[in-house]
Nanobody
Framework: QVQVAETGGGLVQAGGSLMLSCSTN????????VNWWRQPPGKEREWVAR???????VYVDSVKARFFLVRNNPKKEVYLMMKNLKPEDTAVYYC???????????WGPGTPVTVSS
């Protein structure tokens, strides 16, 4: 059974930093691109960032130059490094692994991030 898990969420003051980790047990991790999504309280889930199998990353405008993605294929992990956090970054953050070969996709349960003003 494929599992995806996020860790690293927590409470941080505005201007602070956090690193979220996404780990998985999928077969060939290098076949996957990985999205991060977030769902702020009372709002819809929104896409935040993606890192491709060949390490290209893209970000929603609101987090550009503050959030950065790194992937470690041997460990089957992706890290979302977040700096200069703002209260509007408060959300549950989800990792979403997408298989570019088999077309399956898998979600983690989410990890909460709270940024206090």
């Amino acid at each position: 059974q494929v599992q995806v898990a996020e860790t690293g969420g927590g409470l941080v003051q505005a201007g602070g930093s956090l690193m979220l980790s996404c780990s998985t047990n999928v077969g060939v991790f290098s076949d996957y691109y990985v999205n991060w999504w977030r769902q702020p309280p009372g709002k819809e889930r929104e896409w935040v960032a993606r890192i491709s199998a060949d390490d290209e990353s893209v970000y929603v405008d609101s987090v550009k130059a503050r959030f950065f993605l790194v992937r470690n294929n041997p460990k089957k992990e992706v890290y979302l490094m977040m700096k200069n956090l703002k209260p509007e970054d408060t959300a549950v953050y989800y990792c979403h692994c997408v298989d570019t070969v088999g077309h399956g996709h898998y979600w983690g349960p989410g990890t909460p991030v709270t940024v206090s003003s």
